[in-house]
């Protein structure tokens, strides 16, 4: 689980690599996911499956939409949306 930006986003290249290589699930928060795409940290040719709690909020002003962007081009990874507030 990677919840603190701060601490996320002062590791090494290789730090990551070895997260990403020693696990097949990674749990973090839309901060610490936007930092590791904007740094080229994780390929998004490498995301299999990207699960949104609160979709609802990627239509707003949210690093949420800041993602989605990312994958506008891409053909991107399968999405699962999850929002109570339908």
Excluded at 17 to 26: G, K, M, Y
Excluded at 42 to 57: A, G, Q, R, Y
Aim: glycine share 6%.
């Amino acid at each position: 689980e990677y919840t603190d930006w701060e601490e996320a986003s002062a590791w090494t290249g290789q730090r990551w690599s070895r997260e990403i290589s020693d696990n097949q699930v990674l749990v973090m928060t839309c901060h610490v996911f936007l930092h590791v795409l904007r740094n080229d940290i994780l390929p998004l040719s490498k995301i299999n499956l990207l699960v949104f709690d609160d979709c609802h909020l990627a239509i707003t002003e949210h690093p949420y939409g800041d993602i989605m962007k990312l994958f506008k081009d891409t053909g991107g990874p399968r999405i699962l949306g999850l929002t109570a507030s339908i």
